[in-house]
């Protein structure tokens, strides 16, 4: 069984009030683990996209922040962001948990 996971996740667009002219070019998306060394690189989505997967996560907390930016210049907003626990795939089995003795 893989010991990694895939993290999919959606993005909700909403309204901001911005400068005539102005356009979101693109999201980007960060997650940083507990254990730096389980971080993956971020990722830059299209300004309109609503989903991001991460894909071969270790088991790990992960915090993932998404912030819409312009073409140049600082993101937009404050960046939103969110926590999952990553776990590795179990299988439930079948151990011996009593043993009892008796005189024939």
Not at 67 to 84: E, N, R
Not at 92 to 104: D, F, H, K, N
């Amino acid at each position: 069984m893989p010991s990694t996971q895939n993290a999919v996740l959606a993005i909700g667009l909403v309204p901001f009030i911005a400068p005539i002219g102005s356009s979101v070019d693109h999201i980007t998306v960060t997650a940083v683990a507990s254990n730096p060394a389980n971080s993956p690189p971020s990722q830059s989505l299209p300004g309109n996209a609503t989903t991001c997967t991460f894909t071969n996560l270790a088991p790990d907390t992960y915090t993932f922040s998404a912030q819409s930016f312009p073409s140049t210049g600082a993101g937009y907003g404050s960046p939103v962001t969110t926590t999952l626990v990553v776990v590795s795939d179990t299988v439930t089995i079948q151990i011996v948990g009593q043993l009892s003795a008796s005189q024939p």
